[in-house]
């Protein structure tokens, strides 16, 4: 079980009696680590006193620049009220949905581990698991340790264990038989799918479809080396080793990764996060491709360039 609220709480929120209670536990166990703030009443009711206290996380924690005075579901002043607290601590808080504990003794059993609030720290994202398909090569496991963080925050946000990469650096010949395999399947959705570079190596496929495919995949993958040769790419994936560890190309499968995380899956919330980290800085670039034949989550990331503790 991960912690979630079901509706908006603040100001012009809706206010839920359950959702209102836990934010103003999350708050109370923030402040009485940072700030001699007088506890929140635990009363289930958003006053005055509730926004003001949301107020002043979103101003003086997360320096928001338009303080709103409210928390949204998997928004950035909930992410904020949660990053700190470990999967552990996050299941005894969200235990008092079901009533496996009653409030007066979870304000006193949970208290967040802070550093610094607006950064993200390891010892929070132990509990994920970024993983590769098991057809991945070897040679193809390079991903960054760096990029397996990035990746478990986004799992943290959407409360996700698991991730399985499938699809990193892809030598011509790979890429080739992919586009091969998936052209055979539905010729014109792969088309659609690549720019001109991939266009052109479709069309080798297309006029020699009636040959051997080991044939017609030697001819594609010599079509590929030819772009290659002047810098143009069928795919981001298909690039040498030491241009790939400047940039991780990542796909993120949708049904391995449902798989991977079972009940726990929710395919919305993971989009929402990833989103969420292109727009701090963390992804350079998020395509979701999983109502492609892709089936996946596309994301670049640039290697160290954001701190995680």
């Keep these: 079980m991960h912690l979630s609220i079901d509706r908006s709480v603040g100001n012009k929120g809706l206010n839920q009696y359950a959702d209102v209670k836990l934010i103003q536990t999350l708050l109370n166990c923030y402040y009485s680590k940072f700030s001699p703030i007088k506890p929140l009443q635990l009363d289930g009711r958003c006053g005055v006193v509730t926004i003001n206290a949301i107020l002043s996380f979103q101003r003086d924690v997360i320096?928001?620049?338009?303080?709103?005075?409210?928390?949204?579901?998997?928004?950035?002043?909930?992410?904020?009220?949660?990053?700190?607290?470990?999967?552990?601590?996050?299941?005894?808080?969200?235990?008092?949905?079901?009533?496996?504990?009653?409030?007066?003794?979870?304000?006193h059993s949970i208290f967040p581990i802070v550093n610094s609030p607006l950064i993200y720290r390891i010892d929070n994202l132990s509990d994920y698991q970024v993983t590769y398909k098991s057809n991945i090569k070897a040679s193809a496991k390079i991903v960054s340790e760096y990029s397996k963080k990035v990746i478990k925050m986004a799992l943290k946000?959407?409360?996700?264990?698991?991730?399985?990469?499938?699809?990193?650096?892809?030598?011509?010949?790979?890429?080739?038989?992919?586009?091969?395999?998936?052209?055979?399947?539905?010729?014109q959705k792969q088309f659609d799918l690549y720019g001109?570079?991939?266009?052109?190596?479709?069309?080798?496929?297309?006029?020699?479809s009636t040959s051997e495919?080991?044939?017609?995949?030697?001819?594609?993958?010599?079509?590929?080396?030819?772009?290659?040769?002047?810098?143009?790419?069928?795919?981001?994936?298909?690039?040498?080793?030491?241009?790939?560890?400047?940039?991780?190309?990542?796909?993120?499968?949708?049904?391995?990764?449902?798989?991977?995380?079972?009940?726990?899956?929710?395919?919305?919330?993971?989009?929402?996060?990833?989103?969420?980290?292109?727009?701090?800085?963390?992804?350079?670039?998020?395509?979701?491709?999983?109502?492609?034949?892709?089936v996946c989550w596309h994301i670049e990331i640039i290697p160290n360039k954001k701190?995680?503790?």
Aim: contains cysteine; charged residues 30%; positive net charge.
């Design 63 to 107: 320096k928001l620049m338009n303080p709103d005075g409210r928390v949204d579901p998997n928004g950035a002043t909930f992410r904020a009220l949660t990053k700190n607290y470990k999967v552990i601590d996050q299941e005894k808080i969200a235990a008092h949905q079901k009533n496996y504990m009653t409030w007066d003794k979870l304000i």
């Design 196 to 208: 001109f570079v991939g266009e052109e190596v479709l069309k080798v496929y297309k006029k020699n």
């Design 307 to 309: 701190t995680i503790q």
């Design 157 to 187: 946000d959407s409360g996700m264990p698991h991730a399985v990469i499938t699809s990193t650096i892809r030598t011509p010949k790979e890429q080739a038989s992919i586009m091969y395999r998936n052209a055979k399947i539905n010729y």
């Design 213 to 294: 495919k080991s044939t017609v995949i030697d001819l594609m993958t010599a079509k590929i080396e030819e772009y290659l040769k002047n810098n143009k790419r069928t795919s981001k994936h298909c690039v040498t080793p030491e241009v790939y560890k400047t940039l991780n190309i990542i796909d993120i499968g949708l049904n391995s990764t449902r798989t991977a995380s079972g009940k726990e899956f929710n395919q919305d919330k993971f989009t929402k996060a990833l989103t969420f980290l292109v727009k701090n800085g963390y992804i350079e670039k998020f395509i979701d491709e999983t109502k492609k034949s892709n």
